[in-house]
């Protein structure tokens, strides 16, 4: 019976920590750039993100793919369940190359949702 218990909880704490932790690996698709501002040499930009749902935090972004203009970004969920906070952060860094004009965030379904453009002036704005 002892065994038993032992056993029991043993898979508990398993299950738990595997849900705590596993939380912190998937893909956003409900985030957003709330702010963001490009560094004075262009190579890179300093963004602010949030969750549009009312549950989840940030905990990374990271570059999918950066190749003809186009740059992909993944944000990453924090670790700590579905409103888990550890780990957390709103703001990010990102590297741009001379060629960049485009911005994406990761979308449910595998696709990539262009949030920030480069105008004729060399200018970012917001895609409505």
């Given at each position: 019976?002892?065994?038993?218990?032992?056993?029991?909880?043993?898979?508990?704490?398993?299950?738990?920590?595997?849900?705590?932790?596993?939380?912190?690996?998937?893909?956003?698709?409900?985030?957003?750039?709330?702010?963001?501002?490009?560094?004075?040499?262009?190579?890179?930009m300093?963004?602010?993100?949030?969750?549009?749902?009312?549950?989840?935090?940030?905990?990374?972004?990271?570059?999918?793919?950066?190749?003809?203009?186009?740059?992909?970004?993944?944000?990453i969920?924090?670790?700590?369940?579905?409103?888990?906070?550890?780990?957390?952060?709103?703001?990010?860094?990102?590297?741009?190359?001379?060629?960049?004009?485009m911005?994406?965030?990761?979308?449910?379904?595998?696709?990539?949702?262009?949030?920030?453009?480069?105008?004729?002036?060399?200018?970012?704005?917001?895609?409505?």
């Amino acid at each position: 019976m002892k065994k038993t218990i032992i056993i029991f909880v043993g898979i508990v704490l398993v299950l738990g920590a595997l849900y705590v932790l596993g939380s912190g690996f998937t893909k956003a698709g409900s985030a957003f750039i709330q702010d963001y501002a490009v560094s004075d040499d262009g190579t890179s930009m300093t963004i602010t993100v949030g969750i549009s749902g009312s549950v989840g935090y940030i905990r990374k972004v990271s570059v999918r793919q950066q190749e003809g203009g186009k740059l992909h970004l993944d944000c990453i969920s924090a670790f700590g369940g579905i409103n888990g906070s550890i780990g957390a952060k709103s703001e990010f860094v990102i590297p741009l190359d001379e060629n960049t004009n485009m911005i994406g965030l990761y979308r449910n379904g595998n696709t990539y949702e262009v949030v920030l453009e480069k105008d004729a002036s060399e200018e970012w704005n917001r895609v409505k």
